[in-house]
């Protein structure tokens, strides 16, 4: 098995209504801080990503930021990650991130982070890569579409 140094996560760009979905971006950060393994995401500052890489950030750990030029208005490019990486469109972002990285890890998001996640899932599904891609179902949020993908 490759050792893991680098894993994307797709999260939200709000932090939800739930306090259990920013409890647990912040506990992925100080996992990923205590591994060592650095952060790539979706590059905004606010939102959960903006906690996840935060904690990452505070706890001394490497993020690399993705994030489409024209999102930069709205998600507030974070300029304090080690490396913010700019890119043209959104399926740039999905493809650097999947290059840079040995793994994903989903957390909850909107319609942003389940583009991500079924776009991932999906190149796996038809092998075009075997990166492990693990979906963190925090207070059942991700299981009507566990549901959905069961039912297919």
């Not at 140094?5 to 259990?20: I, M, Q, Y």
């Not at 949020?141 to 297919?152: G, K, N, S």
């Amino acid at each position: 098995m490759t050792e893991i140094t680098s894993l994307s996560v797709f999260c939200g760009s709000k932090k939800g209504a739930d306090p259990r979905f920013e409890e647990a971006a912040r506990r992925l950060g100080e996992l990923m801080v205590e591994r060592r393994i650095r952060l790539v995401y979706g590059g905004g500052a606010i939102g959960l990503m903006g906690v996840l890489a935060k904690t990452v950030l505070d706890g001394g750990g490497e993020v690399t930021g993705v994030i489409p030029s024209f999102l930069m208005k709205y998600e507030v490019g974070n300029p304090g990650v080690t490396e913010l990486i700019v890119v043209d469109s959104m399926h740039d972002r999905k493809r650097r991130m999947f290059e840079i990285s040995d793994g994903f890890v989903v957390l909850p998001g909107g319609l942003g982070t389940l583009d991500e996640t079924i776009e991932t899932v999906t190149w796996k599904q038809l092998q075009l890569h075997a990166k492990p891609v693990v979906v963190v179902d925090v207070g059942g949020y991700w299981r009507p579409l566990a549901e959905m993908i069961d039912a297919a």
